[in-house]
């Protein structure tokens, strides 16, 4: 449930390096639906649970990574209050028209923090060809989960410089808050968890001297039976697993990683506590980070933390 006027992560493109490979296994095995493709042949997906036109692009490069995550907003006034904040904050502002390369939004606001990434804001997107039922609905419409069976884009992780100030925007700009933190012994911040709802994340930073890099898109699963699931699928598909199935610490959520084809990190994730805004913030020290992020090992493991695209 979104606690203020900026409602959810709706839509990331990702750059991906081979699109035939890359998209057999975004559908086939992590389940997400088909939309359509664009005039310059980047494809669109969604989750089988998402109500909106897509939520994931993909773009052929020759280079994986991010290259752009979008905010929905609850309206056109919040749309131009963000617009103003943002301009306030010191980020120029682009604006993107409707219907343009993102076929089904309406218009964008884009902004390129500190940490070198791009984030937009929209409020207007078309619904989706095939989404949830709402009249006597059952629990899917005519073609089943696949796959993993991933719900919905959930949150994504972004490594870059002065997330200090990138996590401030976030509050003050988006109206998020934070509901954990991990401050380096002179207390300084290194990693953030951010969120507008309550869920214990939409989008976390971790300090990161190369700007614009990501770390890893979540996609929501059910519960801890389809992330072990998850993991049987990683096996019979012979993909490259980072770790778990395990869980997490921070935000309790239940959790693996591993790489998709084009080498992007991708975590299906279930559960996580509830986050409020008058909670007391969870903090965390950087010599119990691997407890945090691992608890049941309790160890960090190095690839975790140096592979980034």
């Avoid at 036109?53 to 990574?65: C, E, I, K, P, W």
């Avoid at 060809?129 to 884009?153: A, F, S, Y």
Wanted: a negative charge; proline letters at 6%; hydrophobic letters at 35%.
């Amino acid at each position: 449930m979104a606690l203020n006027k900026t409602l959810r992560p709706g839509l990331i493109q990702l750059r991906v390096l081979d699109l035939d490979k890359t998209l057999s296994f975004y559908k086939d095995i992590l389940g997400l639906n088909e939309v359509g493709r664009t005039a310059d042949g980047r494809v669109m997906l969604k989750g089988y649970d998402e109500f909106d036109h897509h939520s994931v692009t993909l773009r052929l490069a020759d280079s994986a990574g991010f290259d752009s995550a979008a905010f929905k907003v609850d309206s056109h006034e919040t749309l131009e209050q963000i617009r103003s904040a943002a301009q306030a904050f010191g980020y120029a502002v682009d604006e993107v028209p409707p219907n343009t390369d993102q076929p089904g939004f309406g218009k964008r606001y884009g902004f390129k923090l500190c940490t070198g990434h791009r984030l937009e804001v929209y409020c207007d997107v078309e619904p989706a060809r095939q989404r949830p039922m709402i009249k006597n609905p059952d629990l899917w419409g005519d073609e089943p989960p696949r796959g993993m069976r991933v719900q919905r884009l959930d949150h994504f992780l972004l490594f870059g410089p002065g997330i200090s100030e990138a996590e401030r925007f976030c509050t003050e700009v988006l109206g998020m808050f934070v509901p954990e933190i991990c401050n380096t012994p002179d207390g300084k911040r290194l990693a953030t968890w951010i969120t507008s709802s309550n869920k214990p994340h939409d989008l976390a930073f971790v300090e990161y001297p190369e700007p614009g890099k990501i770390h890893h898109i979540g996609f929501f699963l059910q519960d801890w039976n389809d992330v072990g699931a998850a993991a049987d699928l990683i096996g019979k598909n012979r993909l490259k697993l980072d770790i778990g199935p395990t869980r997490h610490a921070i935000t309790r959520g239940m959790t693996i990683y591993f790489w998709e084809p084009s080498g992007n990190r991708i975590e299906t994730y279930a559960g996580g506590y509830t986050a409020y805004p008058d909670n007391p913030q969870r903090v965390w020290d950087t010599d119990s980070l691997g407890r945090g992020l691992f608890y049941y090992s309790g160890e960090l493991i190095d690839s975790f933390l140096q592979i980034v695209t």
